[in-house]
């Protein structure tokens, strides 16, 4: 058994877990159990107080629910961008994504206030970008990343925040700038759902790794047989609908 442990937040799944981006949570715990390191999941939901975790996740979901955890969240704004700044991992999908970023700004509605750990916003747009999506990044190996989009949000990146990755097949951010999700420091957003870390199982143990390094000041991870996961990867890459 690894003496290794780590502590996941779930946050406020029973509002944003759109796609099944749960598996995301799944993906991570399984991941951490096959190799021995104890993984805690915490669902944090409205209202709960939120106490330190290694690793942060926020799922996707229409503007609705992103109405009630948008300003949920500002009650933690504070204490988020502290758990940023000593290098906690975060991952948001989608509408967890856009609320990251400084604002999400809906049709025909008041714009929702973001959590600025991304310096991003995001405005709907008139369309609603569906489909596969194959975008290439230049930190993870194999250098590519397969997902499934359905957003009519537009999110620009500024300043330090920088693309998680080049869009090859589909729409990414905005459609228009080739860019896809975004990361500043350990925070990572993207619109990929699928969900996400399943069918990319080396980001989900780069983000394990970053999680370890940061609590352990080391970061080795045993090997796992993913012959079935990259063959779901590889059929995924370039595939449009
Ligand atoms: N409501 C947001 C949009 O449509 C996010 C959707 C989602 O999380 N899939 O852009």
Same mark, same amino acid.
């Given at each position: ?17 759109? =796609? ?19 993984i805690?999941?915490d ?12 690793? =942060? ?43 990251f970023?400084? =604002?999400?700004?809906?049709?025909? $509605? ?16 008139s ?49 228009e ?28 143990? =780069?983000?394990?790794?970053? $999680? ?14 993913d ?15």
């Open positions: 058994m690894d003496s290794r442990k780590l502590k996941l937040g779930h946050l406020y799944s029973r509002q944003l877990n759109l =796609y099944g981006d749960i598996g995301n949570v799944t993906t991570l715990k399984k991941r951490c159990e096959w190799r021995g390191i104890e805690e999941i669902n944090i939901n409205l209202g709960d107080k939120i106490t330190g975790h290694d690793i =942060y996740f926020i799922g996707g979901g229409q503007d609705r629910q992103q109405v009630e955890v948008a300003f949920e969240l500002q009650k933690h704004k504070e204490f988020l961008a502290d758990e940023m700044n000593s290098g906690c991992v975060f991952l948001g999908i989608c509408g967890g994504y856009q609320l970023g400084e =604002y999400y700004q809906p049709h025909n $509605a008041d714009r929702l206030p973001g959590i600025s750990l991304l310096d991003a916003y995001t405005i709907a747009g369309k609603r970008f569906i489909g596969n999506v194959t975008a290439k990044t230049n930190f993870v190996t194999p250098d590519t990343l397969v997902g499934f989009e359905n957003h009519s949000g537009l999110t620009y990146l500024r300043g330090e925040t920088k693309p998680l990755a080049t869009v090859t097949t589909g729409y990414g951010n905005n459609g700038d080739k860019t896809e999700g975004g990361r500043y420091k350990n925070v990572f957003g993207t619109y990929l759902h699928g969900s996400f870390l399943p069918k990319n199982p080396h980001f989900a143990d =780069y983000l394990i790794k970053l $999680a370890l390094e940061k609590k352990y000041g080391e970061s080795e991870l045993t090997p796992l047989d012959k079935i996961e990259f063959d779901a990867h590889a059929k995924a890459i370039g595939r449009v609908y």
